[in-house]
């Protein structure tokens, strides 16, 4: 007994098998006109949709003329001019074909296949319109929308991003994305009541410094016959300091006559904070410039005017950079200075 001959139910009606389609798009609903033995034919097949006992189509070869030549009629409406019964190269192959889907063409069909000598039989297809989702909405930790930017989260702690997408058929499958590599997969129902979404929920324990720059997408597939959906923001991060360094030469300083003295720090986000210390005492009173390199934000410049005593001669000065989202993560460049009286 072949799988078509299991299936068969005693009225001759096989379960209703799923066909999916996409709305402008055309369907194929298949029936398997196969006869019974090699002494059979078929005699007529006719379609009915849902509980409508009018046929929407008809292939008559009850004259004994060959499937090729049958007559093909259908029902004057809208529906009826978009239907064409193919037979096939094979039997097996044959399909009602659908032109340019529409809302109202979902349903169930019913294949009815008569023929000369064996019992009638009956297929149903079901006729499922694929609808895409709507575009994905993303939420951060407390519960707030983002629209182009998410954070700022920080370096070497977490990032959790909620991503939720309503609507679709059949239910989208939702991912996270970065740079086009998939980072999340999982998927799941909203938990909250009375929401018909799916939700991936993103979780990243530790945030490196990669993430600077970097763009996150969410994307929700549900089927191949209808694009996906995505919505992309860019992730803001705070940085650490990574480098702090007194640039200046380090050359012998002259009593009561003012220097500058450059120091950079490299890696901060936003920019660092830069403070002078002279023997561990913080030089309050010094002129200090500090700036954010336009080619680099990553890069802030602090520069000091220095008027030393004869007093200073072998003092420790030293430049702190530290940034104020992090705490305990000032790093430091220090050097000893030389002082010469007038």
């Known amino acids: 007994m072949d799988r078509r001959q299991a299936c068969m139910r005693l009225d001759g009606q096989i379960p209703a098998r799923i066909v999916w389609a996409a709305i402008d798009h055309d369907a194929e609903l298949p029936c398997d006109i196969t006869a019974p033995s090699s002494q059979d034919g078929v005699k007529l ?6 509980s ?38 094979t039997p097996k192959e044959a399909r009602l074909q659908i032109r340019n889907i529409k809302t109202s063409d979902g349903g169930v069909y019913r294949c009815r296949v008569d023929y000369f000598n064996s019992p009638t039989r009956n297929y149903r297809v079901n006729l499922t319109l694929a609808v895409p989702p709507e575009e994905p909405r993303i939420f951060d930790a407390q519960g707030k929308e983002i629209s182009t930017v998410a954070g700022p989260f920080r370096e070497g702690h977490e ?12 239910p989208p499958r939702v991912t996270w994305w970065r740079d086009d590599v998939e980072i999340s997969s999982t998927s799941h129902p909203s938990a909250v009541e009375g929401t018909s979404a799916m939700v991936n929920q993103l979780f990243i324990s530790t945030v490196t410094r990669d993430f600077f720059g970097s763009k ?17 923001v860019s992730i803001q991060v705070h940085l650490k300091p990574l480098r702090v360094k007194i640039i200046s030469p380090n050359e012998l300083l002259t009593a009561g006559r003012p220097v500058p003295i450059r120091c950079e720090a490299w890696g901060s986000f936003p920019a660092a904070k830069i403070v002078w210390l002279l023997d561990g005492e913080p030089l309050r009173s010094a002129d200090i410039t500090v700036h954010t390199d336009s080619n680099d934000s990553n890069l802030t410049s602090s ?40």
């Not at 030393?308 to 000065?317: I, Q, R, Y």
């Open 45 to 50: 097949v006719l379609w009915f949709k849902d």
């Open 52 to 89: 409508t006992g009018i046929p929407l189509y008809s292939l008559d070869s009850r004259n004994g003329v060959p499937l090729s030549n049958a007559q093909h009629s259908t029902i004057a409406n809208d529906l009826g001019q978009r239907l064409f019964f193919s037979v096939g190269a």
């Open 159 to 170: 990032l959790f991003l909620s991503c939720q997408v309503s609507g679709g058929r059949p």
């Open 216 to 232: 996150l997408q969410c994307r929700a597939a549900g089927s191949k016959l209808v694009p996906a959906v995505s919505k992309e």
């Open 303 to 342: 520069i000091l005017t220095l008027r030393v005593t004869a007093e200073n001669d072998g003092a420790e000065l030293t430049c702190r950079a530290s940034n104020a989202w992090f705490s305990g993560g000032a790093i430091e460049d220090k050097r000893i200075i030389s002082v010469a009286c007038k």
